[in-house]
């Protein structure tokens, strides 16, 4: 007999070969229709898995979180099968679920229109409704090979090869269909349901090679119901609509161009915001004591080796000689002998080498350094992506460095920094993740035990809730992820805290404690925005272009309805520019809804409107930025009212 744990502690005994789906219709009849996978001690599986002794069973309803990724999965096959149906010459290799939906690669010799994607879903639908099981089949390599074989599939020949020698595969059936995967997948193809979408084609490289054939993909979604999809879908076509790079373009803030991939070029425009997040963060950490630094762009590589980044981070490092060779010399511009420098890709080793001048004391802890450090990382061109992902950076970086008796003092400090600012910026919904030890890593298991233990006892004494991410931390460390919502649901990992004790001991940092012993301090890395690139971008696309007064470049706009009060205009625009508000007057001869129209779409916030009353009473009348109303003030009233608004949110 078998003895089964419940999640509820329960425990039930079974006959051997009892599979999940005896076990869940022994139980209750509802309770197996709902039910389309099941864990076995923390692992997705199928249903038909027979159990183990003393395994812990819990089941997985349709509508349960966890059966989102089994219903892409399964959509994913749906897919595969579709497209074969249409077009049997078709060669299917890859399709894995990824954030929010799928994609399936397929080899063909013409690319997927538009229309074909529509013919696609429908026979997907009738493939659904067919209510297929999946079945999984176990293969030799030999078998699975000749099969794929005789039906033309090169691909996946490929990818048996890759397969260790010995091992046997797992084969997933749905009624004739099937392919190589791993699993786990529901019951049937009908538990997928009807709320899906194909969304786009792309070309995609195999196996993400350039030297590679082009495939075809398909990318789509899939979600429990038709009313999540229907989310999903808006919240799509806002965040279309709220593309960063559009309204970078629209409103005149920044570009990118060929001959510096990566990097921004940040228009007067663009510039105004970035300074005004600048000012506004540095004000920040200034005010928790922070000291701020400026440290070397480029560094010997002897100093990233000692750090233990040129292991890890190295094809991520921009490299260059120490001495170029002239033109002239017939010498290798990195031969083996050139001593190499590297663009930092971080800020941490240089800031260390700060705090190793001198003898600290451990009176001076906690040590607190801050930096707009400019940091150069080699990603690749295909993964660049607006602000979002580049090359070159600016990150509102800082580094505590303490005692171990006081990291949970300054772990609780930097969670208040950050929920004010982000509260200050609008973003009220944040969820913290603790991200344990990756597979690759630096320091010891007992070094390793000791800094996340410290850092789950920080952070629960703040009493804020948390999740733990196994294997997710740094290289160094533990560390906190900040994850923020924005105003169409998405969310945004910008901030984060890393416990380290392994930097400090590699680079020799320490202090004198309270008995003259040399000890090593803790090193806290922490950020609050990420990149001020990067959190710009998400910036623009939170408010959809129109910018909170404080960070809009063009804060007000006085435009008269004829030339003849051009004096009156300029004169209101001097007083305002007194007082610090960033404005421009528009005296064209054009009327006067034209130029209210046109400052609009350009996203300003308020637009003062002046004619013959307004110049005869010292008034003006008030167009507000997305309102069809006006409001008419005294000058004097409009202007206080603007300086007030215009005032960034740690100042009020």
């Given at each position: ?10 425990t039930?005994?079974?006959?051997e070969?009892t599979?999940?789906?005896?076990i869940?219709?022994s139980?209750?009849k509802?309770?197996?229709?709902k ?6 001690n923390g ?8 159990i ?15 059966a989102?990724e ?15 149906e249409?077009?049997p010459?078709?060669q ?13 690669d ?5 690319p ?10 429908k026979?997907m639908?009738q ?11 176990i293969w ?13 599939e090169e ?5 048996i090869d ?8 797992n ?6 269909w099937?392919d190589?995967?791993l ?14 979408k194909?969304?786009?084609v ?24 038709q ?5 999903y ?5 806002e965040?279309e ?19 510096a ?6 228009h007067p ?22 000291k ?5 762009e ?12 040129w ?13 170029v060779?002239?033109?002239d010399?017939?010498v ?18 240089a800031?260390?080498?700060i705090?190793?001048q ?20 080699n ?18 970086d ?21 929920d ?7 973003f ?9 030890r990756?597979e ?21 004494a ?5 999740t ?10 533990p ?22 004790f ?6 020799d940092?320490s202090?004198i404690d309270q ?12 950020a609050?925005l990420g ?8 910036l ?8 909170p ?8 706009v006085?435009a008269p309805?004829?030339?003849?009060l ?5 004169s209101?625009v ?7 508000i960033r ?6 001869s054009?009327k006067?809804n034209?130029?209210?129209?046109e400052?609009?779409?350009?996203k300003?916030?308020?637009i003062f ?24 003030l ?17 100042l009020?």
């Amino acid at each position: 007999m078998l003895n089964i744990k419940f999640p509820d502690g329960a425990t039930r005994e079974y006959e051997e070969g009892t599979t999940g789906t005896d076990i869940v219709q022994s139980i209750s009849k509802s309770l197996a229709k709902k039910t389309v996978a099941m864990r076995l001690n923390g692992e997705l599986c199928d249903l038909s898995a027979k159990i183990k002794d003393g395994a812990l069973l819990e089941f997985i309803m349709r509508d349960d979180e966890a059966a989102l990724e089994l219903i892409r999965h399964d959509c994913a096959h749906v897919l595969a099968e579709a497209v074969q149906e249409l077009w049997p010459l078709t060669q299917v290799t890859i399709g894995p679920v990824i954030e929010n939906g799928f994609y399936y690669d397929f080899a063909r010799d013409e690319p997927f229109s538009t229309e074909d994607l529509r013919n696609i879903e429908k026979k997907m639908s009738q493939i659904i409704q067919r209510g297929a099981s999946f079945t999984k089949e176990i293969w030799s390599r030999e078998e699975a090979k000749k099969v794929f074989a005789a039906k033309g599939e090169e691909y996946k020949i490929e990818l048996i090869d890759a397969i260790a020698e010995g091992e046997n595969l797992n084969i997933y059936k749905q009624g004739q269909w099937f392919d190589l995967c791993l699993g786990p997948h529901m019951r049937t193809t009908k538990d997928v349901g009807q709320a899906f979408k194909l969304t786009k084609v792309a070309g995609a490289y195999w196996r993400g090679d350039s030297n590679n054939a082009v495939l075809s993909r398909i990318y789509g979604t899939a979600w429990a119901n038709q009313k999540q999809l229907d989310e999903y879908l808006h919240m799509v076509e806002e965040a279309e609509k709220r593309d960063h790079r559009k309204l970078g373009r629209e409103l005149d803030l920044f570009h990118f161009q060929e001959e510096a991939q990566g990097s921004v070029f940040w228009h007067p425009n663009g510039f105004v915001i970035y300074n005004a997040m600048e000012q506004y963060i540095r004000r920040k950490v200034n005010a928790s004591d922070y000291k701020e630094i400026k440290t070397p762009e480029l560094m010997d590589v002897k100093l990233w080796e000692k750090s233990g980044h040129w292991a890890k981070f190295r094809d991520n490092m921009f490299v260059v000689p120490d001495e170029v060779p002239s033109l002239d010399d017939d010498v290798p511009i990195l031969s083996g002998e050139a001593k190499l420098m590297a663009l930092k890709p971080m800020n941490c080793p240089a800031h260390v080498q700060i705090f190793n001048q001198g003898i600290k004391s451990y009176r001076d802890l906690p040590l607190r350094y801050a930096e707009f450090g400019c940091c150069h990382r080699n990603e690749a061109h295909g993964a660049l992506h607006g602000l979002m992902r580049v090359r070159q950076m600016t990150q509102d970086d800082g580094h505590i460095f303490c005692t171990k008796e006081q990291v949970q003092s300054e772990t609780e400090n930097f969670c208040d920094l950050l929920d004010s600012i982000y509260e200050e910026l609008g973003f009220s919904e944040v969820k913290i993740l603790l991200a344990t030890r990756p597979e690759v890593r630096a320091g010891t298991d007992e070094v390793w035990d000791l800094a996340e233990k410290s850092l789950i006892d920080a952070l629960s004494a703040t009493g804020r809730e948390f999740t733990i991410v196994e294997g997710e931390g740094a290289f160094y460390g533990p560390k906190l992820e900040f994850h923020l919502k924005d105003a169409i649901g998405r969310t945004w990992q910008c901030g984060t805290l890393q416990l380290d004790f392994v930097l400090p001991e590699r680079l020799d940092a320490s202090y004198i404690d309270q008995n003259s012993s040399r000890q090593r301090p803790v090193m806290l890395h922490r950020a609050i925005l990420g990149s001020l690139e990067r959190f710009i971008g998400i910036l623009i696309e939170n408010h959809a272009g129109r910018m909170p007064m404080w960070l809009a470049p063009v804060q007000v706009v006085v435009a008269p309805i004829v030339s003849e009060l051009d004096d009156y205009a300029i004169s209101i625009v001097e007083k305002l520019k007194a007082q610090g508000i960033r404005a421009d007057t528009d005296l064209r001869s054009e009327k006067i809804n034209y130029k209210v129209r046109e400052h609009s779409h350009a996203k300003v916030p308020a637009i003062f409107v002046v004619g013959k009353r307004e110049e005869e009473e010292g008034t003006v009348s008030i167009r507000r930025l997305g309102s069809q109303g006006q409001s008419i003030l005294s000058t004097s009233e409009a202007i206080d009212g603007i300086v007030k608004e215009a005032m960034p949110p740690d100042l009020r």
